[in-house]
């Protein structure tokens, strides 16, 4: 169980104690070491070891639900939660966490991981830490944690409870000042608060919680309002418990750690009521520190008060002197001065009102300031108090610093104020400056305006253009006096950028002269527009002048009446009227440019130079010259027209005449007269006697065909321009010449017969050209052909079918091109005669036609007979070519025959396994070549059967060549599949004896890593299950490979004695790797035995180690009352069945290990022998048994001393009882109160009697010690000693009692 100074002890349910003073003080030899031969005492005996062993188990499980509801109030700070304290704790996150919201600090990050090792690293961190804050665990493992050990995982939370929530309790009595420690001062507070309340009486943590009174009194000690408490009664324990544990909870925010059922018991246990008390504990102390801590503050307020009463001063005055500074520096810092020359002189006047009258009074209230400081620090001290240390800001040194930055606002108010009004003299002379300038300008501006508002211009372009330079003059005067009018302006912004007070009247004033300025420019500018205005005005009358005498010289050219004696002249009139008309067109337009500016001056809104109407009829004047002129060249223009289309209209007519004469000549020369017959047409058509010169002369004649359409159009409008004219009645314009229309109508005639010949004899000559160019390109088509058909005929007659396949079937290819063609050709031929009769029909039977007549009969009959040897050559090619392949088919399969036989023949069968497997492959290439040359061979039959039977010539010889190759076929075939036979069985018997080898190997393999094996229990065992694996796997392998060796050697008795030696070997390997097999199940037999004796001795050590911690011998702690007597009692009782269950495991344990001794000696670890082990092992048992018996002989002197300082203790308060009444009698003062004194006295003379009986009783409690050699004897010895001299000075008759005291040794003390 861990340690922590200040544990409370385990409290443990024991029997009632004996009130037998005799029995209690017999000798060890007579109450200890007795022997209870009897059955009933054996009974009795087991009896109490169940009973306590259920006391255990149920304190065990309501420790269990106390300890998690305790965690779990303090996981649920961070959110967590346990269900099973024994299962939770196990993976140490959560105890990791729990350790945290106590501590308040942090541990290490528990590590990552659901297997032992994480748990038990976590779990190891959490005891580090409770370690690291001296707490002591003793015999508390991570394992034990990891492995969900009750006890000790109980033990572990009890121990943490202990360390963060009892061992800061420290109580302090009133009387002695005794401070205690954990569950004494845990014990003694509980009685100090319920002190006084009826039925309530706190001796400990067990029985004396049972009722319930006890939480209800703690409940209503600190809340009366809570708990009512007379209305409770002792006989209503569940009631009284639930009532408080559900207070607890719902109005202190307590956990409920138990319920009524686990405190309502026999024997409660101890650590869960002190578990829960604690939290009471610690709610309420925090409840008294707030009160004590109010109390505390109520005293130091007042004497702050009593301080602050003679600080208050101090701090107002400071305060106020702060103020005033602050407001003075805040004053005198602002630079916001009178913007004038008379205010800034009354700033300076009381600046210096201020520095002689104000500033010394706060100057003389700063040192009163200082000497009241003095005054409080020498009170301070005077008290032994800390000294007065002013608030921030009203120090001493805060008020020197304000001071000393007063002085500095104060410099540089002065400096500013001096400066200031130099500034503001200096404004003052430059406003006086300005004003003078001011009105200089204002008189000449006002001068300038009245000069330039007069518009005497005058009204002739002369008089405008004098008025035009004088206003440049003025213009050049008012530039020259634009910079005085900006120096104003610049003195008034120098005025405003040094902020003079006057500004307004400054700006004003600048304004004013710049208002000025901008009208006298704005008046010079509209004086010069209107100078302009009239200027271009009188510019633009008189280019009107201009205009209207251009005009009427132009008219006077116009009245002319010419109108030309030919073509020739009406062609230079008319050029010459279109330039005149161009120069009028020009001058038209800048008419109108000249009307349109001068109606933009009549539209003028405002200032009118001239008066609109005299604008308007000047330019109606010049509109009506203008529209005249245009009028006259009108009708001139027209009058010149006419003449012309007249004169060139009898001029085309005559050209188109004379062109169709001499047109006609040439046809009729061309065509050799117009009466021609048609017999001679086609070969003497104009030189047409072949199909190229007809071709021209077609050619030729489109082209004359083309210039007749251009000439018909224009003779077409001729004659339509003539029709008109004559229409028109022969004159043109009236006031001109007449001309006469003489021979019009018959010239028009005329040139129309003369056209209409000529056309009739263009359409003659076409139609002759058209017949004699078909029959030309007739004859030249059937040339062609002709010449086609002859070479076709030699080469379908040709003898040549080729020397081999390929030649045969390039001529075969040639031949079907040539077939085809020839079928191309048949229709072609076979309308020969009636193209020949379409074209024989049109022309007559000329001497041309019948020539060709005789052509298309030679034509008709060459072609067919190319037809008839055509096809009598394709049948012959395709016998050539039928024979030649099969020749190649079979040549080609004899040479692969002839390869293929030549490598098998000279083929050695290989004797090793891969050069098996290479000719294998081989093999199988070779099938799919075999296949492939089958198909040829049986196509090659094919062809010879077709020419056998089609009766081809060469049938013998294509027979012959069939045989041959069939009989070299069938041998490659047999010879193939021996050489197969062979190499199966090769590869049979290699394939066996490699698989052989390999079992072997593993076999080999498997038996060296047995033998290689180490002998620990656990590789060993690990190899074995391997193996008996591995022979399972190849048992049934190893006898079919020997079964398989057998059949082998039968079919091939050539490798026999090959076979039969793997066979031999494989047998020989499998039978060492059983033997190995079989060794190995041995050591892992004996290994495993080996490993559970020693997993069983070192459990036994283990408990032999602690058993011996716990006897303890007589070293071991002594109890300090007979509760924890009877206690220690007990526990070691139980150890003691504890030893007597273990005694079998010892035998067991000594008997297992002389059985190893005797069997191979085998080591418990490296240079430890089990031989060396069994001595150690013997002499601490025997340690233990001789631990238990000292330790059993402690305990029981133990027990008889505190039974004996029980007796005494009870016959002690009976002495302080009697002596308390002794010394408060007083004497009585009547009869009755003397009777009555005497009575009692009698009675007190009685009970003295009976105490000495007591006293008595222990007297020979303290002989019967000191004769069984007690450890305690000397202890009660002087205990006995001190009760009777309190006996001798409370009654004297004492001195002489009826009973004799003892001889009893004194001490040296």
């Given amino acids: 169980m861990a340690q922590v100074p200040g544990e409370v002890d385990n409290m443990e349910g024991l029997p009632a104690p004996n009130n037998n003073p005799a029995a209690r003080w017999e000798s060890p030899d007579r109450g200890w070491e007795r022997e209870q031969p009897a059955a009933s005492t054996a009974a009795a005996s087991l009896f109490e070891c169940s009973r306590i062993k259920a006391l255990a188990d149920e304190r065990e499980a309501v420790q269990k639900k106390t300890f998690t509801k305790w965690v779990n109030s303090h996981l649920a700070r961070v959110g967590c939660h346990i269900g099973d304290l024994y299962v939770d704790l196990r993976d140490g996150f959560v105890l990791t966490r729990l350790l945290e919201v106590l501590s308040g600090e942090q541990l290490p990050r528990p590590t990552r991981g659901r297997m032992r090792i994480h748990s038990l690293e976590n779990v190891d961190k959490a005891l580090q830490f409770l370690k690291e804050q001296r707490v002591h665990l003793e015999n508390v493992g991570s394992h034990d944690i990891v492995d969900g050990n009750h006890r000790l995982t109980l033990g572990l939370v009890w121990t943490i409870i202990l360390r963060f929530q009892i061992q800061v309790i420290k109580i302090e009595t009133e009387d002695n000042r005794e401070t205690r420690s954990a569950k004494d001062a845990l014990l003694l507070w509980c009685q100090m608060k319920t002190a006084g309340y009826p039925e309530v009486n706190i001796q400990n943590f067990t029985t004396s919680w049972r009722d319930g009174l006890a939480f209800n009194a703690l409940i209503h ?67 008294k520190a707030l009160a004590v801590e109010g109390k505390r503050i109520g005293k130091v307020l007042d004497q702050v008060l009593e301080v602050g009463k003679i600080i208050e001063r101090y701090e107002e005055l400071a305060a106020e002197l702060l103020a005033w500074i602050h407001r003075t520096v805040g004053l005198i810092s602002n630079q916001k001065f009178a913007n004038s020359l008379s205010g800034v002189q009354q700033q300076l006047q009381a600046f210096t009102a201020y520095c002689t009258l104000e500033k010394p009074v706060k100057f003389q209230e700063k040192g009163n300031l200082e000497v009241l400081l003095f005054s409080i620090q020498s009170k301070l001290r005077a008290c032994n108090r800390r000294l007065f240390v002013p608030r921030e800001g009203c120090g001493i040194w805060d008020i020197d610093k304000a001071w000393g930055e007063l002085e500095k606002a104060e410099h540089e108010r002065e400096a500013a104020l001096r400066a200031e009004l130099i500034r503001q003299e200096k404004l003052e002379l430059l406003a006086q400056r300005f004003d003078h300038k001011v009105a200089m300008r204002e008189s000449w501006l006002n001068e300038n305006q009245r000069l330039v508002s007069q518009d005497n211009f005058g009204y002739e372009l002369p008089a405008v253009e004098a008025a035009m330079k004088k206003h440049e003059a003025i213009e050049a005067d008012i530039a ?3 910079e005085r009018v900006q120096g104003v302006a610049e003195l008034a912004q120098a005025l405003a950028a040094e902020g003079y007070y006057d500004i307004r ?16 420019t704005g008046l010079v500018g509209a004086r010069r527009t209107r100078l302009e205005q009239n200027l271009a005005l009188q510019k633009v009358f008189q280019e009107m002048v201009y205009m209207v005498d251009w005009m009427e010289e132009m008219q006077a050219q116009l009245l002319s009446r010419e109108c ?33 500016a001068a109606l933009r001056f009549s539209q003028l809104q405002g200032y009118q130079p001239c008066d609109p109407q005299v604008i308007c009829n000047r330019v109606n004047h010049v ?16 009058e010149l027209e006419a003449s012309r289309s007249l004169w060139a209209l009898l001029q085309e007519l005559e050209e188109a005449e004379s062109w169709a004469r001499d047109k006609e000549r040439l046809l009729e020369a061309a065509g050799g007269g117009g009466a021609a017959g048609a017999a001679g047409a086609a070969g003497t058509a104009g030189g047409a006697h072949d199909l190229s010169s007809t071709a021209r002369l077609l050619a030729q004649h489109k082209i004359l065909q083309g210039e007749l359409g251009g000439r018909r159009a224009l003779l077409q409008q001729a004659l339509r321009c003539g029709e008109e004219l004559v229409a028109a009645g022969g004159a043109v314009g009236p006031g001109a010449d007449t001309v006469h229309l003489v021979g019009l109508a018959e010239r028009a ?124 050559r394709r049948q012959w090619l395709r016998d050539a070519l039928a024979v030649y392949r099969m020749f190649g088919e079979v040549h080609a399969c004899e040479l692969w025959i002839g390869e293929k036989e030549q490598w098998l023949l000279s083929m050695r069968v290989p004797d090793s396994l891969d050069d098996v497997e ?79 080898a390999e079992v072997r190997a593993q076999v080999r393999e498997k038996r060296r890593a047995v033998e290689s094996a180490p002998r620990a229990g656990g590789a060993l065992q690990w190899r074995l299950s391997g193996l008996e694996a591995a022979l399972q796997a190849l048992e049934p392998r190893q006898a079919a490979l020997l079964e398989e060796a057998a059949l082998l050697a039968e079919r091939f008795p050539a490798q026999a004695a090959r076979l039969h030696q793997g066979a031999e070997e494989l047998g020989a390997e499998w039978g060492a790797l059983a033997s190995a097999a079989q060794a190995c199940g041995e050591a892992v037999a004996a290994a495993g035995r080996l490993q559970r004796f020693l997993h069983d001795l070192d459990a036994f050590l283990d408990w032999l180690v602690r058993a011996q911690e716990a006897a303890g011998g007589s070293e071991g702690p002594l109890p300090n009352s007979l509760e924890e007597a009877d206690a220690l009692l007990a526990r070691h009782a139980a150890l003691k069945e504890e030893v007597d269950q273990r005694e079998e495991d010892y035998a067991r344990i000594v008997a297992a290990s002389e059985a190893l001794l005797a069997a191979d000696g085998a080591e418990l670890g490296p240079g430890l022998a ?7 092992l013997e002499l601490g048992w025997h340690k233990l048994l001789g631990l238990w018996e000292a330790r059993r002989e402690a305990l029981v002197q133990a027990h008889i001393y505190q039974l004996f300082l029980r007796d005494l203790r009870q016959a002690l308060v009976v002495l302080r009882n009697q002596e308390m009444a002794l010394s408060g009698a007083e004497l009585p003062g009547t009869v009755e109160s003397v009777e009555e004194a005497l009575k009692q006295h009698r009675d007190f003379l009685t009970t003295m009697e009976l105490s000495q009986q007591k006293m008595q009783v222990a007297v020979q409690a303290a002989e019967g010690l000191l004769r069984q050699g007690n450890i305690y004897g000397e202890q009660a010895q002087e205990a006995v000693t001190r009760l009777l001299e309190k006996c001798l000075i409370i009654h004297p008759a004492l001195l002489h009692p009826p009973w004799e005291p003892p001889d009893l040794p004194r001490s040296s003390s």
């Avoid at 230079?572 to 337009?589: M, P, V």
């Avoid at 509109?623 to 027209?638: F, S, V």
């Avoid at 088509?781 to 081999?804: E, I, K, N, P, S």
């Avoid at 009959?861 to 096809?871: D, R």
Wanted: charged share 30%.
């Fill in 480 to 482: 020259a006096y634009e």
């Fill in 1170 to 1176: 089990l031989d060396e082990w069994l001595p150690h």
């Fill in 221 to 287: 000690r600190h809340r009366p309002d809570l708990v009512d408490f007379s209305k409770l009664t002792k006989s209503n324990a569940n009631y009284n418990l639930q009532r408080a544990f559900r207070t607890a909870e719902q109005h202190l925010g307590l956990a409920r750690l138990l319920d009524p059922e686990d405190v309502n018991m026999e024997a409660p246990d101890e650590k869960s009521i002190i578990t829960y008390v604690v939290s009471f504990y610690h709610y309420f102390s925090k409840m």
């Fill in 564 to 596: 030309g004696q030919h073509l020739v002249e009406a062609d230079d009139l008319l050029q010459k009227h279109g330039l005149l008309e161009g120069d009028i067109a020009a001058q038209s337009e800048r008419v109108e440019a000249l009307n349109a």
């Fill in 623 to 638: 509109h009506g010259c203008l529209a005249e002129l245009q009028e006259q060249a009108a009708r001139r223009r027209a």
């Fill in 749 to 872: 005639a005329s040139a129309r017969r003369r056209w209409q010949r000529l056309e009739e004899a263009a359409a003659r000559r076409e139609r002759r050209l058209q017949e004699a160019r078909a029959l030309h390109q007739f004859g030249a088509d059937l040339d062609g052909l002709l010449d086609w058909l002859r070479d076709a005929y030699r080469l379908a007659a040709a003898g040549d079918f080729g020397h081999d396949e390929a030649s045969s079937r390039r001529l075969a290819r040639q031949h079907r091109a040539l077939t085809g063609e020839v079928e191309a050709h048949r229709g072609p031929v076979s309308g020969l005669r009636r193209q020949l009769a379409t074209l024989g029909g049109a022309s007559g039977a000329g001497p041309l036609v019948v020539a060709l007549q005789v052509r298309v009969v030679e034509a008709e009959q060459l072609f067919a007979e190319v037809t008839e040897v055509a096809a009598l």
């Fill in 505 to 520: 009247r400054v700006a004003a004033q600048r304004d004013s002269v710049l208002r000025q300025w901008a009208l006298l």
């Fill in 918 to 996: 290479v000719v294998q492959h081989r093999f199988e290439s070779l099938d799919q070549e075999m296949n492939s040359l089958m198909g040829r061979v049986l196509d090659v039959n094919h062809t010879v059967q077709e020419l056998v039977e089609g009766g081809h010539p060469s049938s013998d010889e294509v027979r012959s060549c069939q045989d041959h190759l069939n009989s070299r076929w069938n041998r490659i075939v047999e010879l193939v599949e021996q050489r197969k036979e062979e190499m199966s069985a090769v590869l049979l018997v290699e394939n066996h004896v490699l698989e052989v």
